[in-house]
């Protein structure tokens, strides 16, 4: 058994009367030996290079560390390794904007255009309205990660920001729950106005240094280096690193996520298991105290709520829950069967690491797992460790989560390659000659797509990339989407329709990435 328990002097001071008032059903020595098991088992089961978990309970902390640094290096991870958090940065910059509201030098209520005058959303009113409060909420208006096709094809901010400004508004700003990976970018601007600070020096003294989180670090925006150099702000063995994978077929180490460095403020922390234990205990008690507690309070306030519609979705377990409230960085939600507790979670995934933070105040019991290996699509091995710790921790034994998550997965996966295959065996269709296809094509908001034909076989060029287009049927073509970029992985099925508009002398393509937008249609221009 290879975990490390141990209790962090500060929290003898923790008043306990204010802590957990419904009983674990089984000792916490026990649950934490059964999640050490169960990690290992699911970490093979995913192939995830390395998996670092910490729990607390009651001040005491255990650390759970499985795996290496990469499919590259044998070398074991350990509790000062540093992984990607990706979305779990939301919660950080959620608390660092409300350290500055504490201290009165901005608003939640303050509207976006008061800092950032050139912000601009396609609807003017809610352009002039939307309020840091907004953000935090992620209650801005558009859909549920709009413009995230952009960021994964590798658009830069400065791309970014026109493209967000034409997407429709599709909800009540400030009402609606619209989960965004954008706005939370702005912060890193507003913060730098305020304090005169870079944004990563002003994180470290008002957020970082107070929890003494010393091996967590954002990385700096657009940085060239590579992962690794997103930790260079960690004095403490600066090469301590989980390096990112995907999955290429099978486990692929990646160079570099590029796309956690155009929004560092919305996903760009890197940070240890140690340093995750600390953020926990903040979240859980606020202890050593960085908030007042009125404002600490604030943090688990509901702002809007939204009912889980997706029959399969193992992100909120239908088996468990089917609400949610989102708070200030982190969501809250019923959990348990018959017997139900109040659980704040936070998930975070992207290309290259998956992650999920979780606790129950009830239970005075958190979770922290982090992963080298992403995203949702190819890995999700935080979500089964962490229902197994709270069924462990609420007496339920009905559900082996890493084997139900791994089969919706796989069968997911299945499902849709077979749908086009069937196609094509119940209605084959031959393609149409192939020069007709070539030329360039236009879509206003994703740029020009070039078709050429080189030995007999149909490629498309995107951005400077270059990717083989396999026959499916009729004007169906397939192809890699990894290939085409970064921000993908095997797990991607891409594809190509190509046909008319309007008439038959004006040819227009479509992609299954490049969908959003009233007009995601690219239309042939010579």
């Given at each position: 058994m290879n975990f490390i328990a141990r209790i962090l002097a500060f929290f003898l001071l923790i008043p306990f009367s204010v802590l957990a008032d419904v009983v674990l059903k089984k000792n916490i020595d026990e649950i934490v030996a059964d999640v050490d098991a169960y990690t290992e088992t699911t970490r093979k089961s995913w192939n995830v290079p390395a998996i670092a978990v910490v729990i607390v309970h009651k001040g005491k902390v255990y650390t759970i560390l499985k795996g290496t640094k990469?499919?590259?290096?044998?070398?074991?991870i350990n509790e000062h390794t540093r992984f990607q958090v990706m979305s779990l940065t939301k919660g950080m910059t959620s608390t660092l904007m409300l350290k500055l509201a504490e201290q009165g030098r901005i608003s939640l209520d303050d509207p976006i255009v008061k800092y950032i005058p050139d912000f601009k959303l396609s609807n003017s009113k809610t352009t002039k309205t939307v309020t840091i409060g907004n953000v935090l909420a992620q209650s801005v208006g558009l859909k549920a990660f709009a413009g995230d096709s952009f960021l994964k094809l590798g658009f830069s901010e400065k791309e970014l920001w026109p493209i967000l400004a034409e997407l429709p508004i599709k909800k009540q700003t400030g009402k609606d729950y619209t989960y965004s990976n954008h706005f939370h970018g702005l912060m890193k601007k507003i913060v730098e106005k305020v304090t005169q600070k870079s944004f990563e020096t002003a994180a470290k003294e008002l957020l970082f240094d107070p929890l003494k989180m010393s091996e967590t670090t954002y990385a700096p925006q657009h940085e060239k280096g590579g992962m690794l150099s997103a930790c260079s702000g960690a004095k403490k063995l600066p090469n301590e690193f989980a390096k990112p994978h995907t999955l290429h077929g099978s486990v692929f180490e990646l160079p570099n996520v590029e796309q956690v460095f155009v929004y560092p403020s919305s996903m760009g922390v890197s940070s240890s298991i140690e340093d995750m234990g600390r953020w926990l205990q903040f979240l859980m008690y606020n202890h050593p105290a960085l908030l007042k507690q009125a404002w600490f309070d604030r943090l688990r306030v509901p702002q809007n709520h939204y009912v889980i519609k997706a029959k399969n979705s193992y992100i909120f377990p239908k088996t468990?829950?089917?609400?949610?409230d989102y708070c200030y960085g982190a969501m809250l939600t019923p959990y348990g069967k018959d017997q139900k507790i109040k659980l704040y979670i936070q998930n975070g995934a992207w290309i290259g690491g998956t992650a999920r933070m979780s606790f129950a105040p009830e239970l005075d019991l958190g979770i922290v797992v982090l992963s080298n290996l992403g995203s949702?699509?190819?890995?999700?091995?935080?979500?089964?460790?962490?229902?197994?710790?709270?069924?462990?921790?609420?007496?339920?034994?009905?559900t082996d989560w890493n084997a139900v998550i791994l089969k919706h997965a796989h069968e997911s996966n299945l499902k849709f390659r077979q749908f086009f295959e069937q196609q094509k065996i119940l209605m084959p269709h031959p393609h149409e000659d192939l020069t007709s296809y070539i030329g360039n094509y236009k879509n206003h908001l994703y740029g020009d797509i070039i078709l050429k034909i080189k030995e007999n076989v149909l490629w498309m060029e995107y951005r400077k990339k270059w990717v083989k287009l396999t026959h499916l049927n009729g004007n169906r073509f397939v192809f890699d989407a990894y290939k085409l970029s970064g921000g993908y992985s095997s797990s991607y099925s891409a594809f190509v329709d190509l046909g008319y508009l309007g008439d038959k002398n004006k040819h227009a393509l479509s992609c299954n990435l490049m969908s959003e937008g009233d007009d995601s249609i690219f239309v042939k221009t010579t």
């Amino acid at each position: 058994m290879n975990f490390i328990a141990r209790i962090l002097a500060f929290f003898l001071l923790i008043p306990f009367s204010v802590l957990a008032d419904v009983v674990l059903k089984k000792n916490i020595d026990e649950i934490v030996a059964d999640v050490d098991a169960y990690t290992e088992t699911t970490r093979k089961s995913w192939n995830v290079p390395a998996i670092a978990v910490v729990i607390v309970h009651k001040g005491k902390v255990y650390t759970i560390l499985k795996g290496t640094k990469s499919i590259s290096d044998s070398s074991t991870i350990n509790e000062h390794t540093r992984f990607q958090v990706m979305s779990l940065t939301k919660g950080m910059t959620s608390t660092l904007m409300l350290k500055l509201a504490e201290q009165g030098r901005i608003s939640l209520d303050d509207p976006i255009v008061k800092y950032i005058p050139d912000f601009k959303l396609s609807n003017s009113k809610t352009t002039k309205t939307v309020t840091i409060g907004n953000v935090l909420a992620q209650s801005v208006g558009l859909k549920a990660f709009a413009g995230d096709s952009f960021l994964k094809l590798g658009f830069s901010e400065k791309e970014l920001w026109p493209i967000l400004a034409e997407l429709p508004i599709k909800k009540q700003t400030g009402k609606d729950y619209t989960y965004s990976n954008h706005f939370h970018g702005l912060m890193k601007k507003i913060v730098e106005k305020v304090t005169q600070k870079s944004f990563e020096t002003a994180a470290k003294e008002l957020l970082f240094d107070p929890l003494k989180m010393s091996e967590t670090t954002y990385a700096p925006q657009h940085e060239k280096g590579g992962m690794l150099s997103a930790c260079s702000g960690a004095k403490k063995l600066p090469n301590e690193f989980a390096k990112p994978h995907t999955l290429h077929g099978s486990v692929f180490e990646l160079p570099n996520v590029e796309q956690v460095f155009v929004y560092p403020s919305s996903m760009g922390v890197s940070s240890s298991i140690e340093d995750m234990g600390r953020w926990l205990q903040f979240l859980m008690y606020n202890h050593p105290a960085l908030l007042k507690q009125a404002w600490f309070d604030r943090l688990r306030v509901p702002q809007n709520h939204y009912v889980i519609k997706a029959k399969n979705s193992y992100i909120f377990p239908k088996t468990r829950t089917n609400t949610v409230d989102y708070c200030y960085g982190a969501m809250l939600t019923p959990y348990g069967k018959d017997q139900k507790i109040k659980l704040y979670i936070q998930n975070g995934a992207w290309i290259g690491g998956t992650a999920r933070m979780s606790f129950a105040p009830e239970l005075d019991l958190g979770i922290v797992v982090l992963s080298n290996l992403g995203s949702n699509q190819d890995c999700m091995a935080p979500e089964a460790i962490t229902f197994k710790c709270l069924d462990l921790a609420l007496g339920i034994d009905d559900t082996d989560w890493n084997a139900v998550i791994l089969k919706h997965a796989h069968e997911s996966n299945l499902k849709f390659r077979q749908f086009f295959e069937q196609q094509k065996i119940l209605m084959p269709h031959p393609h149409e000659d192939l020069t007709s296809y070539i030329g360039n094509y236009k879509n206003h908001l994703y740029g020009d797509i070039i078709l050429k034909i080189k030995e007999n076989v149909l490629w498309m060029e995107y951005r400077k990339k270059w990717v083989k287009l396999t026959h499916l049927n009729g004007n169906r073509f397939v192809f890699d989407a990894y290939k085409l970029s970064g921000g993908y992985s095997s797990s991607y099925s891409a594809f190509v329709d190509l046909g008319y508009l309007g008439d038959k002398n004006k040819h227009a393509l479509s992609c299954n990435l490049m969908s959003e937008g009233d007009d995601s249609i690219f239309v042939k221009t010579t």
